[in-house]
């Protein structure tokens, strides 16, 4: 809980400190050693791949340790990563990966196949490894290293994801001291030469809030990126972020505010990117928390047990508005959980949508015997075990995001408008994890960033991934709506056996559609991730996917293996330097705001400082 | 004491005497106070403000405060519409500038009681009783008067989490000690003077000293410091709801401040949205204080002698 107020005080003490910059970029690119240096507003939550789910903490993850394979810069294709080449039997039910010869990691011991089987077997054998890679290693029986250049996987039945396993390769020579226990409560942060890994970068530095500072890995297998340095600074606040790109203390903003996205329009130096993006927010619902055997748990409403009262709530909430006014219309309205990004995996209900109703959200409510009291607010119906008691919510929002903040206040609106009571709480995502875990929550809002893949995203919502107890103590794991539907869980078996990618697709929009069904979600919106960058400095961008998708916080680390120093070769160009014109109004507007708001603390001050003065001198104290 | 002496008089009982008495010191004071025109100017300001918190519901119906309700675009430009242009919701900002002085005066008065009632309990405490219990209530006193004020009511709104409540309590519980060491000092020179022996010989006992001779000679001080603690109390208000401490879902010039300052309110240039805020937060806090300087020189008698 300290950590929202600390980070917003030290917000307060950086603006005063304005001229500050730990980036070192801002001398330019043309230093001996090139720093690109990206502005994000999220810290990493750990740095130990088995405990993090901040999407910034798994940037951090693909830059230091590499998978199997990799999702492909262009479609999401899958591309060789650390196996250069794999083989699948007629049967398909095993599989041999090649593992590129010569692979060291960054502290120069050589990377062979068993650090592969050993991570791999790490997860499966483990629980708490489990939580965040084992929807990859579910369909796997067993991994071995049969020498020190080939891999072989066992799998229970023919497998559609075994290019696609997301589990960070780790060095055995390190991890293997840190055991069972141990794991739980490691933070991994670097050492003097860093956190060992074989991604094109290094972990060297991390300074909680503020920056994460990554060096090149001169070890790396593959092509060596241009850029040396590469340093994440955190922003407490978006107008800094903003600022400091203008000022060039950073090269590349991410998830931008749409309000600050706007004024960088015409910025001199700055090219904005409104990217698709593979992310959504949904508001939540605690559908009846229990731990993974179906022990319940927590003290979540009875009211949003029943499906009725969760559409109702849905036709309630008016996605479309969400978007408008959120989101500035950087985004879409969402409906299910996979992305339309994937076009081919996405659900799309179409005429069955939970339209934006009240008038029948109330009626879905007054059906299913959820009547106002005398007070407006309705109660559980009468001859149920709760019966009386209000339908009132507690509504959780996340403190380091405006969004989140501006959902919550605009869904607990439409709520009071059909008689439900909802209070309202703002706590920090740490916080609200441990909430969600122990199943201590009504509603709450966050969201997702979805895999290519969809076996991660639709595995949060099976049965076995609720929370689990582990020697007295209740362990959040994936699912935190606590859904658990036989249905669900039977079609999640099967999609992982399909093979036939359109059959597949048709179970996972299947999937989805029991999902929109049963709402443990409402998919609030699709947003963009609103990127801008220093296309005077750096150029070699590659989006994913082609041509629009987000140019970092990517699938894979494409962008940062390309970025390279603007030459003078690209400005011969002249794509830049006619952008300089517009750029005058918005600062002059800035000035003359600053100026103003200023003058009027000034002015209050001298009034006060003069109050002070006239003050005779032995009245207090 | 007789009353035979004061022929002329009518016949009062000892209430009535002291009810008179009061009476024309009251108006001594008020006519003390209208003398000084910053007090007078201070008084008015502050008139505006308690008008605009009572009547906000009639200005402005509270439906004008629901996002779901808001009518205007994303940070519009003042407008015959929305004089003050509209927040990162649509809302109007002149709705939420007049909705906010309820807070923010809600919550400097509340914590100001707060901090009046520990402040003087412990400064008479600690000026009545000598030796041990004293020293160890002054003590405490300058502990708190030390710690520095920010942190430790960040600190402390982050433990009791964020509320309306929370928020008064935090300022009251951290704004006590210059009230303390006040009327602690005002207590030691009213514990000199001879009556206070007498009553001690005649055998009052300690309540009866406190409460009936110390507090009444301490009460024109405490009201004095009370006027200024309101304007520190309403900074720490917006201070803390700057810094996201305060309830984020109720309407005060502090939430607004973090709202615009979180939305890129600076960054688009929308100063309507900073300023209307700032400006009353300077106002009232200048009117407070001008109230407060007057009071304290009609009030304190060591302020008058100059």
Known sequence: ?621 | MSVDQERDAPVLSARQVTRARRRASAGRSWRAFRSQRTGLAGLAVLGVFVLLAVFAPLLFSPDELKVTEALGGVLDPPSARFPLGTDESGRSVLALVVWGTRVSLVVGVAATVISMVIGTLVGIASGHFGGMAGGALERLTDWFLVIPFLPLAIALATVLGSSLLNVIVVIGVTSWPGTARLVRAQTLSVEARPYLERARVLGGGHWHQMTRHVLPNVMPLVLANTTLTVAIAILSETTLSFLGLGDPFRVSWGSMLDNAFASGAISSGAWWYLLPPGLCVVAIVLAFTLVGRALENVLDPRARER
């Open chain 1, 1 to 621: 809980m300290p950590r929202p107020a600390l980070s917003a005080a030290a917000a307060v003490v950086l603006l005063a400190l304005l001229p500050l910059g730990t980036g070192g970029s801002a001398t330019g690119a043309e230093d001996e050693r090139t720093t690109f240096t990206v502005g994000m507003s999220q810290d990493v939550d750990s740095l130990n791949p088995f405990t993090g789910i901040v999407s910034s903490a798994y940037e951090m993850y693909q830059l230091n340790y590499d998978t199997l394979t990799d999702y492909g810069q262009a479609d999401f294709a899958a591309e060789p990563s650390l196996a250069e080449s794999w083989e699948v039997s007629d049967d398909g039910l095993t599989w041999t990966y090649t593992i590129r010869s010569g692979v060291l990691w960054s502290d120069g011991e050589p990377l062979t196949a068993r650090d592969v089987a050993y991570t791999f077997n790490r997860v499966m054998k483990g629980k708490y490894e489990q939580t965040n890679f084992g929807s990859y290693v579910g369909q796997i029986a067993s991994v071995e290293a049969t020498d020190d250049q080939t891999v072989v996987m066992r799998v229970k039945a023919p497998s559609p994801t075994m290019l696609h396993l997301f589990v960070y390769i780790l060095p055995e020579h390190i991890w293997r001291d840190i055991d069972a226990k141990d794991v739980t409560d490691f933070t991994n942060e670097p050492g003097p030469d860093g956190i060992v890994g074989s991604g094109p970068f290094v972990v060297k530095e991390h300074k909680k809030g503020q920056f994460i500072r990554l060096e090149r890995n001169e070890n790396y297998w593959g092509e060596k990126p241009a850029i040396q340095n590469l340093v994440f600074r955190i922003f407490t606040n978006e107008d800094s972020l903003a600022q400091a790109l203008r000022r060039g203390e950073i090269d590349f903003a991410d998830d931008l505010g749409s309000n600050v996205f706007e004024s960088l329009e015409g910025a001199e130096g700055v090219t904005q990117f409104p990217a698709t993006y593979s992310g959504f927010d949904e508001i939540a619902f605690n559908v009846g928390a229990a731990l993974d055997d179906g022990t319940p748990i927590g003290d979540g409403h009875p009211a949003l047990k029943d499906q009725r009262v969760r559409v109702a709530i849905s036709h309630a909430i008016d996605t479309e508005a969400l978007v408008e006014r959120v989101l500035g219309g950087h985004g879409t309205p969402g409906t299910s959980v996979i992305p339309p990004l994937y076009q081919d995996l996405h659900y799309d209900p179409g005429a069955s949508a939970y339209a934006f109703d009240p008038a029948e959200a109330a009626r879905l409510l007054d059906e299913a015997g959820y009547t106002e009291g005398p007070d407006g607010i309705r109660t559980m119906p009468a001859g149920g075990e709760d019966a009386g008691r209000k339908l009132s919510f507690r509504l959780l929002g996340r403190a380091s995001s405006q969004t989140s903040q501006q959902s919550v206040q605009f869904v607990a609106g439409w709520l009071e408008d059909i008689g439900i009571e909802v209070k309202p709480k703002i706590v920090s995502e740490d916080a609200l994890t441990e909430i969600i875990g122990e199943g201590t929550f009504d509603m709450f809002e966050w969201g997702w960033v979805v895999e290519p893949d969809p076996d991660y995203q639709l595995s949060t919502f099976t049965c076995a991934n609720r929370s689990y107890k582990d020697g007295g103590s209740v362990f959040a794991n994936l699912s935190d709506s606590f859904f658990c539907d036989e249905e669900y869980d039977a079609l999640y078996a099967q999609q992982k056996e399909q093979i036939d990618p359109a059959e597949r697709a048709g179970t996972v929009k299947e999937m989805q559609r029991i999902l929109y069904e049963q709402a443990p979600y409402v998919v609030t919106f699709y947003y963009d991730n609103l990127e801008a960058y220093r296309s005077d400095r750096f150029t070699g961008f590659t989006p994913q996917p082609e041509p629009d998708g987000s140019l970092l916080f990517q699938y894979g680390t494409h962008s940062y293996r390309s970025i390279r120093p603007v030459t003078a070769e690209d400005r011969a160009d002249g794509k830049e330097g006619t952008k300089a014109a517009d750029d005058d109004a918005t600062s002059s507007g800035l000035l003359t705001t600053a100026a103003v708001v200023g003058g009027g603390l000034l002015a209050g001050g001298l009034v006060l400082v003069a109050l002070r003065r006239r003050r005779p001198e032995h009245d207090v104290e």
